[in-house]
């Protein structure tokens, strides 16, 4: 019983996480919250949302050139970028690898494991980024992220 209640939480956790991932203002957020957190995981926030973008852009039976542009899009923003490093989220090198080897299938789940290795990492985050802003009305989390974020550089200089 104890273990079905756990599955149900943490499914209900999963389901806030992906909402606040769909909302530009709490992604904003999120985004910001985890940049402090590590180099790559703002990269993540953002592409998490490409490849949400995308699989609309598959749903919607738009054209295969448009569809196309957007993989070659995706691609070469995070994972084979021209800015060093060529793979700007956190991902194992044989999952770039096989999204670069099929870049030229069209279909919803060309990223699917990376997103889903996203996804997974960024949710590590969700406990503490809720606790972080349970105690702040929604205008001033952006304000008290800028002022960690502040405090953060000012260590690496000092």
Known sequence: QH?????????????????VLLNPVTANQFQRFVSLKGDL???????????????????SHCDDVTVQKKITA????????AVPPALQIDIPAEQAKKILEHKKELGPYIFRE??????????????????????LSSDKILLALERKKGKKMRKKEG
């Open 74 to 81: 995706i691609i070469d923003c995070f994972i084979n970028s």
């Open 41 to 59: 995981l703002e990269n993540g926030v953002l592409f998490w949302q490409e490849v949400q973008k995308y699989k609309d852009l598959c749903h």
């Open 3 to 19: 273990v079905d209640n756990k599955w149900v939480s943490s499914s209900s956790e999963i389901i806030a996480f992906r909402k």
């Open 114 to 135: 990376a997103q889903m290795t996203i996804f997974a990492l960024l949710f590590k985050f969700w406990p503490k980024f809720c606790k972080f802003r349970s105690n």
